[in-house]
């Protein structure tokens, strides 16, 4: 990822500035609920290597998106209404002295394989075990809100009504890495790579464009003229914030979508075959010749997947990329809420990659077992930080220093029996 080093600081630095600059603006909650996903088990999630596994593990290049959700009211969750600054560096080492030696999380498919990776490291660090499952946004929703698991993990932000129904009360969302989404197929016969826009891929994804030569793909893909197939659509059958990602890119550039189908973690979907996680439809594009479907980009690179560039909303045609994910975020600084509940689709910028998100993790404000307080808030801090060195190489952006500086605030103002829980290293 070397070549990408110096556009990546630039950009994340420009991303600072914006943030400083510009006063948090809240947006409207996305409407649509996470549905129930089974309890998950305590045994580690493993990341596999296959595409009919959970999720991969081996190092990508550069990452996809699934956008996020729309960002609601700073004060709905809990959130500090102020952005500090960084304090003084604090460092996780060694385990700490009535710690909880085994934590139990849930959800997103997206960053399962960079958590696992974490969760690995992290053992080495604090001795605290970190059991995944990864079940999908939907599913982590579901776990957290019902206090099945001590942490969730979402690439879509949990809606005012979500948080609302949470037996523990308010959450704090900790954004862990950013990512893209992509339109990834399966087309034997044809060399070039595809190029997509929002009218096209909402027109495959409606069932309006039923033909791989249909005009309107052959008008940005010549290669396609001869290939009279029928298009088989895949598309996520779980509760997925990489669903919520790729409909809320879909409801922001595409009218007819909106009016039919709109965005959430789980949509009525017009046509196509379903797949249970990232994996899932990444498998389903693999066996079937002529299909579409739409992962995180790490499983179409791990997986040796076809996959296309998506104009953006100035006009240029844009491969899903480490720098693409990063002007993304930095062009919607000003719209970033004080709650850290945001979205990054469709973001202006002629580099921005315009499927691009963010993935989070979900944590109570207020955690009464004060062994499993201070594990997690110091895991939590870890990941923020320490953590963040292992994204890149996995093919996922790292969150840039403003953004952490607010999981930070997060992080200090966790609460057990009327305490902070973080002790500070």
């Not at 910028?349 to 062994?371: E, F, H, M, R, V």
Request: glycine content about 8%; charged content about 15%; some cysteine.
């Amino acid at each position: 990822m070397t070549r990408y080093t110096a556009t990546l600081f630039a950009l994340a630095s420009a991303f600072v500035l914006a943030l400083a600059a510009c006063a948090p603006a809240a947006q409207p909650a996305p409407s649509t609920a996470a549905p129930a996903a089974p309890k998950p088990t305590t045994a580690p999630a493993a990341a596999p290597t296959t595409a009919s596994a959970a999720a991969p593990t081996t190092a990508a290049a550069a990452p996809t998106a699934a956008a996020a959700a729309k960002p609601t009211t700073a004060t709905a969750a809990g959130a500090p209404t102020t952005a500090a600054a960084a304090g003084p560096a604090i460092s996780i080492s060694g385990p700490y002295p009535d710690e909880a030696r085994s934590l139990n999380g849930a959800g997103a498919t997206f960053p399962a394989p960079l958590y696992q990776k974490w969760f690995d490291e992290y053992v080495k660090v604090a001795q605290v075990q970190t059991n995944y499952q990864a079940i999908g946004s939907g599913g982590g929703i579901k776990g957290i809100q019902d206090q099945t698991v001590d942490f969730g993990a979402s690439d879509a932000p949990m809606t005012d009504e979500q948080i609302a129904a949470a037996k523990g009360g308010e959450l704090y969302h900790i954004p862990a890495a950013l990512g893209a989404i992509v339109p990834t197929y399966n087309l034997p016969n044809v060399k070039t790579k595809l190029k997509f826009t929002g009218d096209t891929l909402g027109g495959i994804f409606l069932g309006t464009i039923t033909k791989w030569n249909d005009p309107k793909l052959v008008a940005d893909n010549p290669d396609l003229a001869n290939v009279n197939e029928d298009i088989v659509v895949v598309h996520r059958s779980d509760g997925s914030g990489t669903t919520f990602g790729w409909t809320d890119y879909l409801s922001t550039v595409n009218p007819d979508w909106a009016a039919k189908v709109g965005k959430g973690t789980s949509v009525n979907w017009p046509v196509g075959l379903g797949g249970s996680g990232n994996s899932g439809v990444a498998g389903e594009v693999q066996q079937n010749p002529n299909s579409i479907g739409y992962v995180e980009l790490i499983y179409a690179v791990q997986n040796n997947m076809g996959f296309g560039q998506v104009k953006n909303k100035a006009g240029k045609w844009i491969e899903p990329s480490l720098d693409g994910v990063t002007a993304a975020a930095a062009a919607s600084a000003a719209n970033i809420p004080a709650d850290l509940r945001f979205s990054i689709v469709d973001a202006p910028g002629d580099t921005s990659y315009p499927i691009s998100t963010a993935t989070w993790l979900l944590l109570y404000k207020n955690i009464p077992d004060q062994p499993k307080a201070v594990a997690l808030t110091r895991l939590a801090w870890w990941a923020t930080h320490e953590g963040q060195k292992f994204n890149k190489d996995l093919a996922y952006a790292t969150v840039p220093d403003a953004l952490t500086a607010r999981s930070e605030v997060f992080i200090k103002s966790i609460m057990s029996n009327g305490k902070p829980a973080f002790p500070g290293k």
